[in-house]
């Protein structure tokens, strides 16, 4: 006998359908009680998709909700749902699914993708093959929602339906889908392409040998009249050109001139598809050749599409120039993460070197519209283009350029502004020569009346800030500066975030270029603390920690730590311990304490105090959410993070002045639990504040050596590549500390140091710091580690050659020299690697100088002067003069 409902119950059920439509929060927590009940009745689901089904005469909204509620609950308690209740539900789905109502047919799809992404798939045999059968049905309702359903199924299981598990059904389906590329309804059409999509990126083998077919078919419908047909094929074209280039290569031409159409479609949402086109083409090795032709006509439509849309101005507000005194609402602000703390060397030629995992943040110029769009896409594909096409890229653009900045309607300026600063990094060279005329041009830009214009222009020139600084201060630094200062106190938010983050590119390029002008530098970016909203504020803790990484210890005046101290103090005085902002405000602190130094210390106290509170609070919280998961919360390790960092900030900027403070407080042991967490990001800033206060007041750090070289030994696993850099630099500094006591842990660490510094692909800070490590440790403990010398010294050498003159690397030196006198047979195989690197150094203090000497010289007398005439043949000719020159060999 088939279920049916009881009238009593379907009206409880129907009223709380009702009720569940009301804004009403009281009645919304009163809905969620009653579900709650009436989940606890096994048949309550069969009520539900009853209400989907069957009742035609209630409206297609709550029917609909019914079947939203269904999925929930499927989604939450499927496996405990009686059998006779699953198959109600799946017989009436399938039933259904030619509803003639296309809300009711795609909730009835949801619904089935949700059973079977339960892992239903294979205990539902029936259901592909009953679907892919109704795809015949002569009824177009019944054809259209099975397509639906499929498809739906088609995006959530695609990996599992190209596996043995189902026994390849993609075999039969593939196949069926391409028939209906030709189907006369643009929506089925639609799904059928849409659905073979799915499975390009995971080259599933039933698609792979239907590819000629599937190419073909799309080709045919090249000039379809339905937007969302022509959106799915130029979204298959793309993904084909990343998987199957081979198989486009041949129509390649063709497949351009399509593109180069499609990007131009009325329809925003096929254009932008279209545009991805080029992004994907600009990574593919044959982009040069197979676009070369066509810059011509792909350059204009680019630089079209970099217009700002009515759409847009409208969401940005492009009307309104003055809200700084309108509050952020709170869902603006992007949740911010802290990049912990790595320890890295400085490079010849140059600042320290950024980490391998250097964050892109390029063209996030608009970024409230976060949602991708065509004027994004045509930037970043412009972007792109040009570090391919380098200066080749300008003859196309250049005569449109002038057109776009000097454009009496704002809306085309702006966008030629964008195209400005999108081919910076390509084309750079080929701009030099216009620079000077086109950057004051921009700096005029700053203060042009519309918002969107000023805001664009700041990130233009922060795109060419490098250049600027490059020119004699007076010519163009010195105006940028000052108006970028202005927009920092721009009426517009927009523009002042704009003007902000641009202000810490020039930071950056600029470093002690600024200190002329400290003084007018900070006086606005205090006042900016008085007048931003909190989005702002996140960005200017940025912009003053920046400043403070770029000028150094010239911050460290009277003056200026009387203007920035005060506010930054009482900023931090007003946030709570659960306050997020915290962390720019700590890294922030962190960033001014080791640029200040001494000059900090009249405001060490507290903000020591508090990182060492945050730090306990967040292990005591961590400890009770592990003994009792039900009564307590997991905290949020970031705000140890943070402060284990401003710690290390502190240690670093005041070193031996943080003794009273380290004695004072119970840091050791934290770090103890710190260093033992399970997340790797707490562990590795654990290990960046233990090599600090190594540096700053070692008395207190070696008590608890015998318990930290244990751990530091088990970190050595480089894969959690920060953690076990910094662990690496620590022991090299405690190493310096402890001399000839190290002697028992070398076994500890010894091994692991040499199987890293021998490991393929193991990132460049890494190596050296494992380089240095491992010299440090041989100069403590000479006799204890020479005998392996054989077994790093080749991988040492290289690491070595690329570091500028230091202490780490005089210290790691000095080691690898006293090593070498202890065992110089374990250099004979590489001695050229050594020679290599002792060539490596500008000036060594003279003792070291000596010990180079001494060894090159003693090699040379140990095999004669013939082998060294041969061996000294296989030189590079600079590395022969330089020996020669320093070293008299």
């Not at 009436?92 to 798939?121: H, M, Q, V, Y």
């Not at 499929?150 to 043995?164: G, P, T, Y």
């Not at 119970?666 to 033992?676: A, S």
């Not at 393929?760 to 890494?766: A, S």
Request: hydrophobic share 40%; glycine share 4%; with cysteine.
């Amino acid at each position: 006998m088939e279920w049916q409902p009881d009238e009593q119950g379907l009206q409880q059920v129907l009223q709380l359908l009702k009720d569940s439509q009301s804004p009403d929060t009281a009645t919304q927590r009163a809905v969620q009680e009653k579900l709650e009940q009436l989940n606890q009745f096994p048949d309550f689901n069969n009520y539900l998709i009853f209400v989907l089904t069957s009742l035609k005469s209630e409206d297609e909204p709550t029917r609909s909700l019914s079947g939203l509620i269904l999925k929930n609950n499927v989604k939450a308690h499927y496996q405990n749902f009686p059998p006779n209740v699953a198959d109600f539900i799946k017989r009436e789905c399938l039933n259904n699914i030619g509803d003639p109502s296309p809300l009711i047919r795609a909730t009835i799809g949801i619904l089935i993708t949700t059973i079977a992404s339960k892992g239903e798939l294979q205990t539902w045999p029936e259901l592909l093959p009953q679907l892919c059968n109704l795809l015949n049905s002569e009824d177009y309702n019944t054809c259209e929602g099975s397509f639906g359903a499929l498809q739906k199924i088609c995006e959530d299981s695609s990996e599992l339906l190209d596996s043995d598990a189902l026994n390849r059904p993609l075999n039969i389906m593939i196949p069926k889908f391409l028939q209906f590329f030709k189907h006369c309804s643009p929506k089925i059409r639609s799904h059928a392409i849409a659905c073979v999509n799915q499975f390009i990126i995971g080259r599933a083998q039933a698609l792979m040998d239907n590819i000629d077919t599937f190419i073909e078919s799309l080709f045919a419908l090249a000039g379809d009249e339905d937007s969302e047909v022509r959106k799915n094929v130029c979204r298959a074209l793309v993904m084909l050109l990343e998987v199957r280039i081979d198989r486009l290569i041949p129509h390649m031409h063709s497949i351009i001139q399509y593109m180069l159409q499609r990007t131009q479609d009325p329809d925003e949402n096929v254009a932008l598809e279209a545009c991805e086109f080029w992004l994907t083409l600009a990574e593919q090795p044959i982009c040069k050749e197979a676009l070369s032709g066509h810059l011509v006509q792909l350059i204009p439509i680019l630089v079209n599409g970099m217009k700002y849309s009515e759409i847009d101005i409208i969401l940005l507000k492009g009307d309104v120039e003055e809200d700084e005194a309108i509050p952020d609402s709170e869902q603006d602000i992007k949740p911010r993460f802290h990049k912990s703390r790595t320890v890295t060397l400085q490079h010849e030629g140059g600042e320290g070197e950024e980490g391998e995992d250097i964050d892109e943040d390029e063209d996030d110029d608009d970024d409230t519209l976060s949602d991708w769009n065509l004027r994004k896409c045509s930037a970043a594909a412009l972007d792109v283009l040009a570090n391919v096409f380098r200066e080749e890229l300008l003859p196309h653009l250049l005569p449109l350029l002038k057109g776009l900045l000097f454009h009496p309607d704002w809306v085309i300026k702006e966008s030629g502004i964008l195209v400005l600063g999108a081919i910076a990094e390509g084309c750079m060279q080929g701009m030099v020569p216009y620079l000077p005329e086109l950057i004051p041009h921009l700096i005029q830009c700053l203060c042009d009346k519309k918002a969107l214009v000023r805001s664009i222009a700041c990130w233009t020139l922060s795109r060419y800030a490098h250049w600027v600084v490059s020119q004699p201060p007076d010519a163009h630094l010195k105006p940028l500066m000052t108006e970028l200062l202005k927009r920092i106190l721009d009426g517009n938010k927009r523009v002042q975030e704009a003007a902000c983050s641009a202000f810490a590119t020039l930071e950056e390029e600029a470093c002690t270029e600024l200190v002329p002008y400290l003084s007018f530098i900070l006086d606005t970016l205090v006042f900016a603390f008085g007048k931003y909203q909190h989005k702002n504020l996140l960005i200017l803790y940025d912009a003053i920690g920046t400043l403070a990484d770029s000028v150094g210890h010239h911050l460290n005046q009277p003056e200026y730590i009387q203007k920035l101290m005060p506010p930054l103090i009482a900023k931090w005085n007003e946030l709570k311990d659960e306050d997020k902002d915290l962390f720019p405000l700590l890294e922030c602190l962190s960033s001014v304490a080791t640029a200040l130094q001494s000059g900090f210390l009249p405001y060490c106290e507290p903000v020591y105090q508090r990182c060492v509170t945050l730090v306990q609070k967040t292990l005591a919280q961590a400890m009770m959410y592990s003994q009792q998961p039900d009564q307590y919360e997991a905290p949020d390790k970031d705000f140890m993070i943070v402060a284990l960092d401003l710690l290390s900030g502190l240690a670093e900027g005041l070193g031996g002045h943080v003794d009273t403070l380290v004695a004072r407080s119970n840091i050791m042991t934290l770090l103890f639990q710190c260093m033992q967490d399970t997340m790797p990001e707490v562990r590795q800033s654990s290990f960046a504040l233990l090599g600090d206060l190594t540096k700053a007041c070692f008395p207190h750090v070696k008590p608890c050596i015998a318990e930290f070289m244990p751990i530091l030994g088990t970190n050595l696993n480089p894969e959690f590549i920060s953690v076990c850099n910094n662990a690496t630099w620590a022991i090299g500094e405690i190493c310096m500390q402890m001399g000839v006591e190290m002697q028992p842990y070398i076994a500890m660490v010894l091994n692991q140091l040499v199987e890293i510094i021998n490991r393929p692909n193991t990132p460049k800070t890494l190596l050296e710091n494992t380089a240095i490590t491992i010299g440090r440790l041989g100069y403590v403990c000479p006799q204890e580690v020479a005998p392996m010398l054989p077994q790093f010294i080749r991988p040492w050498c290289t690491s070595l050659r690329n570091i500028r003159d230091n202490e780490e690397k005089d210290s790691a030196f000095r080691g690898i020299c006293m090593m070498i006198g202890v065992n110089p047979g374990g250099v004979v195989q590489d001695f050229i690697f050594f020679c290599d690197a002792v060539a490596s150094w500008v000036n060594p203090k003279d003792d070291l100088r000596d010990m180079f000497y001494k060894i090159l010289h003693g090699f040379k007398e140990q095999v004669g002067e013939e082998n060294w005439q041969q061996f000294s043949e296989q030189f590079p000719p600079l590395l022969k003069e330089r020996l020669a020159a320093c070293y008299g060999v």
